[in-house]
C-alpha cells in the first residue's frame, strides 16, 4: 500500500505505454457500448413494428367484418375462370349498409390500402393514419354462394411488394376468417 501512495504522490506520471493501453480499453468499451445500443434500438424498432401490424390487421378485420355482416343484395359477378375450385368466386358487389354507400360495393386493396370501390371511386375502408410506419395491407375475398359466407384473407405487409401468402417474407400479421351475413335473404 505504501508503494502505491509513493508512487501516486510522485512526479513521474504515467508512460506513454500506459496511457496507449488505457485508450484502447476505453475504445474497445466504447465501441462495445455503441454495438448494444444500435442492436437494442433496432430490436425495439422491430418488435413496436409488429406490434404495429398485429395493430392494424386487427383494425382492419374489424372494419371488414362490419362492412359484411351488413351486406345485403350479393351478387356476384362471374367472369372468365372467376370460380375457384372450392365454388367460391372471386368477384362480388354488394349493398353497403354499415358505411352507407349503396349498391354495387366492393373491397379491394391498391397501393398497400383497403377501399371500398363503388363506381369508380374508392373510400376508405379505415382512416389513412391506420397505416403507420410504412405499413401495408392486402385483402383477398371472396363470396361463396351455398353458404352464404364471404371469405376474407387480411395481411399486413412492410415493403413495397404486396404478399402472395402468410409464408411471404415481410408478412407481419395476417388473418382469415369468414363472415355470414346477418341478413339472409338477399
Known amino acids: 500500500m505504501k508503494k502505491l501512495k509513493k508512487k501516486l504522490r510522485g512526479k513521474g ?15 474497445l468499451v466504447s465501441e462495445i ?6 442492436m437494442s434500438t433496432e430490436y425495439y424498432t ?32 362471374k ?14 358487389t354488394y349493398y353497403s349498409r354499415a358505411l352507407q354507400h349503396g349498391s354495387s360495393c366492393s373491397l379491394v386493396s391498391r397501393d398497400g390500402r383497403l377501399y371500398i370501390h363503388k363506381a369508380g371511386q374508392e373510400y376508405d375502408l379505415v382512416g ?4 403507420t410506419n410504412g405499413l401495408k395491407a392486402e385483402i383477398s375475398s371472396k363470396w361463396n354462394p351455398e353458404e352464404c359466407c ?3 384473407w387480411i395481411a399486413v405487409y ?13 408478412v407481419l400479421a395476417s388473418q382469415s376468417f369468414n363472415v355470414y351475413p346477418l341478413n339472409k335473404g338477399f
Do not use: H, W
Open 13 to 27: 506520471g504515467f508512460s506513454l505505454f500506459e496511457m496507449l493501453i488505457a485508450v484502447i480499453v476505453m475504445l
Open 33 to 38: 457500448l455503441t454495438l448494444c445500443v444500435r
Open 46 to 77: 422491430k418488435s413496436v413494428t409488429e406490434s404495429e401490424g398485429q395493430t392494424i390487421c386487427a383494425t382492419l378485420s374489424t372494419a371488414v367484418q362490419k362492412e359484411l355482416n351488413y351486406a345485403t343484395n350479393v351478387q356476384y359477378v
Open 79 to 92: 367472369p372468365m375462370g372467376a370460380e375457384s375450385a372450392d365454388g367460391f368466386y372471386e368477384q362480388y
Open 128 to 131: 389513412a393514419r391506420t397505416y
Open 150 to 152: 364471404f371469405s376474407v
Open 158 to 170: 412492410k415493403g413495397d411488394t404486396a404478399p402472395e401468402d402468410t409464408g411471404s417474407a415481410g
